[in-house]
């Protein structure tokens, strides 16, 4: 079992280990449960396997207003085979038997509002859970829920997203309250892949890295290994998610396996051949 070390983050490690070596972080979305649970469990590792250094599982939910239809219909397909946030628990409970890897869960707050901020937070800690990442609940909602104090007190980070269009009143109270990195969303508007790199995005993720305690990883509209590489050329890590949960709507079993786990492999050699 792959528990918590006391003391020891598991996503401050993992940025402080590429440090060392001078490498960049591999971010990767996929949905829990698309298409079923027992394929996001054994996913898990592969994807650590193939050069992820930081799985982010989405939750399903009903009404995801942040993300594109690919994610869309990937959460619609896990909810149909039956996902719900205590089935995810299990999961990553079983799933921490073979790996280390850090798994942040990324979705919507009235899951987790219907199923108890305490009890959640400790459940998710138990399980092996090591951040969370809300997209509807800014600093100051989190800060106001309550949600920031539990989870820290338990040791549970709570990552925050900045956009293009976050002013400083945003900026200086995510740099105060955010644990884990701090996730710049390189575009408006919801996820999806994206044809090129804005052409502001350096400027603004150097101006927030000079400002910042944390890591700043990059992510909303990366779809290939060269458009990560270039990205990680000037943050400390990238999210692919909607390039990545493509693959979920065409292959299936070992040969949807076999994909991610390729695609994967090309992200990360892509990061690795652009470092500062």
């Known amino acids: 079992m792959h528990r918590q070390v006391r003391g020891i983050n598991r996503i401050s490690e993992v940025f402080r280990k590429l440090g060392e070596k001078g490498e960049k972080a591999l971010v990767t979305f996929i949905t829990a449960g698309d298409p079923d649970m027992e394929t996001t469990c054994g996913l898990i590792p592969e994807l650590e396997k193939a050069g992820a250094d930081i799985i982010e599982l989405g939750m399903p939910f009903s009404d995801p207003m942040a993300d594109g239809p690919t994610i869309q219909l990937s959460s619609e397909r896990a909810l149909a085979a039956g996902a719900s946030l205590p089935v995810i628990l299990d999961m990553v409970r079983t799933v921490r038997q073979k790996t280390a890897v850090p798994i942040i869960l990324m979705g919507y707050y009235n899951p987790i509002f219907m199923y108890g901020i305490e009890p959640f937070v400790e459940d998710a800690v138990t399980a092996g859970v090591d951040g969370v990442l809300l997209v509807d609940l800014p600093p100051e909602e989190s800060e106001a829920e309550g949600f920031s104090r539990v989870a820290g007190k338990h ?19 995510v740099l105060r309250m955010g644990r884990g990195f701090l996730y710049y969303v ?41 458009q990560a590489g270039e990205v990680a050329s000037f943050s400390d890590g990238v999210v692919v998610g909607s390039a990545l949960v493509k693959f979920f709507e065409n292959y299936q079993a070992a040969e949807l396996r076999e994909k991610v786990s390729g695609f994967v492999s090309s992200l990360k050699e892509g990061i690795r051949a652009r470092r500062d």
Do not use: Q
């Open 186 to 226: 390189s575009v408006t508007g919801v996820t999806g892949t994206r044809k090129d790199v804005s052409a502001s995005l350096h400027e603004e993720v150097r101006k927030i890295r000079e400002r910042s305690r944390m890591p700043v990883v990059v992510g909303f509209g990366i779809s290939d290994p060269s």
């Open 155 to 173: 040791g549970l980070d709570v990552i925050f997203l900045l956009a293009p269009t976050s002013g400083d009143d945003r900026i200086e109270r």
